[in-house]
């Protein structure tokens, strides 16, 4: 944030992006990355889902997300690998890997709460007509959360899986997992003109 604030001018390096595959099912994903080095980036982005319900599912949430990339060419170019942290909030029906049959199938009810997510990334931008970029990628994250969960018919479940030891109904859970985080096609567009550089002639 203190690079993002002190970048100024046409040296700065900033770029405005927003996640094109998300935007076609409706989910809103801005990201915005800046230039820490010549070979690294620092990228913020928030991703928004509004549907309350998607054929029965519950997919309402949000993900607020820092990412570092290391670029093997040169920033904002090329093949990268990244680290992330964030937050999550959510009101959703909980997605399982390889259940089922299915590569993401999701749990019968839904569970509202909040949660940490770390992960590892990868991806791969290209930078076209000076100012524009187009960035695929790709991140898998462990996600730490704490929920209430309720039956699809909107009732709480006061005696969750892993508290049948508990003397008292407790609705509170918690439960980590590994799942895709972060997926898409961006485009993005550079906020201030690359400097070009002159020769003084003798």
């Known amino acids: 944030m203190v690079a993002l604030c002190s970048a100024s001018g ?3 390096q900033i770029y405005l992006k927003l996640n ?6 409706g989910v809103v994903n801005p990201q915005i990355e800046f230039v820490a080095s010549p070979h690294s980036t620092i990228s913020l982005d928030a991703t928004f889902s509004p549907w309350k319900s998607i054929n029965g599912r519950h997919m309402h949430f949000g ?6 990339r290391c670029y093997f060419k040169q920033s904002v170019d090329g093949w990268y690998l990244s680290g992330n942290i964030g937050m999550t909030g959510f009101d ?3 997605p ?29 931008s ?6 524009w970029v187009v960035d695929a990628f790709l991140a898998i994250d462990w996600f730490r959360s704490w929920y209430n969960g309720y039956t ?6 006061m005696n969750p899986n892993g508290h049948e030891h508990y003397r008292y109904p407790d609705p509170f859970n918690g439960s980590s997992e590994f799942l895709p985080s972060k997926i898409g096609v961006s485009i993005g ?8 550089h002159t020769t003084a002639s003798r």
């Open 96 to 124: 399982r890997l390889f259940a089922n049959g299915h590569f993401l199938d999701f749990k019968s009810g839904y569970s509202k709460g909040f949660g940490l997510m770390l992960g590892v990334g990868f991806g791969y």
């Open 63 to 68: 993900f607020f997300t820092g990412e570092y």
């Open 152 to 157: 699809n018919d909107g009732q709480i479940v």
């Open 92 to 94: 959703i029906s909980k």
């Open 20 to 25: 094109c595959l998300y935007a076609v099912a």
């Open 126 to 131: 290209h930078t076209f007509r000076e100012r």
């Open 189 to 196: 567009y550079r906020l201030f003109k690359p400097k070009r």
């Open 10 to 12: 046409a040296s700065a």
